[in-house]
């Protein structure tokens, strides 16, 4: 059974940093491109970044370049996401999912929120 766990969300000040991660279990990790997307109240899912498999290409959305890493443990199976100069518009809930490809299709997790306020 494929599962896909997020953590790390949570409330923080502008400014502050937070790290999500992401567990995967039930496919071959090593093997799987991986993304972070985020959805704010009313508005569509976007792409945040994505990874390729080694960790060798990433990709990453205009308004996170710069303040936003992503990264992955393949022995452990872990996705990561370093989020830092969070702003108040990078509050969202946060989900991993399997694939390279900006569309639906793939692995989802639950989501982990993330609140960006003074």
């Known amino acids: 059974q494929v599962q896909l766990v997020e953590s790390g969300g949570g409330l923080v000040q502008p400014g502050g940093s937070l790290r999500l991660s992401c567990a995967a279990s039930g496919f071959t990790f090593n093997n799987v491109a991986m993304s972070w997307y985020r959805q704010a109240p009313g508005k569509e899912r976007e792409l945040v970044a994505r990874i390729t498999t080694r960790g060798g290409s990433t990709n990453y959305a205009d308004s996170v370049k710069g303040r936003f890493t992503i990264s992955r443990d393949n022995a452990k199976s872990m996705l990561y996401l370093q989020m830092n100069s969070l702003k108040p518009e990078d509050t969202a809930v946060y989900y991993c999912?399997?694939?390279?490809?900006?569309?639906?299709?793939?692995?989802w997790g639950q989501g982990t929120q993330v609140t960006v306020s003074s």
């Open positions: 999912k399997s694939g390279w490809a900006d569309n639906l299709l793939g692995y």
